[in-house]
C-alpha cells in the first residue's frame, strides 16, 4: 500500500515538472522587463535605477 502511494506521488511530481517546462503566456514580456545589465525588473517605463539600461 505504501508502494502504491509513492508511484502515485512520483508520478504526479513528474507530470508537474513536465507542466512547469512549457513556455507561458508572458514570459517573453518579462523577459524584456528586466534590464540588460543589471538584470533587476523594470518599474514603468524609465531607465532602471542602475543609470546603465536603457529602455529601447
Known sequence: M???????FLVAMAVLAMF???RFPG???LAE???KRCGR????KGPCDCGKG???
Open 33 to 35: 522587463a528586466k534590464c
Open 41 to 44: 525588473y523594470r518599474i514603468g
Open 20 to 22: 512547469g517546462k512549457l
Open 54 to 56: 536603457r529602455q529601447p
Open 27 to 29: 514570459q517573453k514580456r
Open 2 to 8: 505504501v508502494v502504491k502511494i509513492v508511484f502515485v
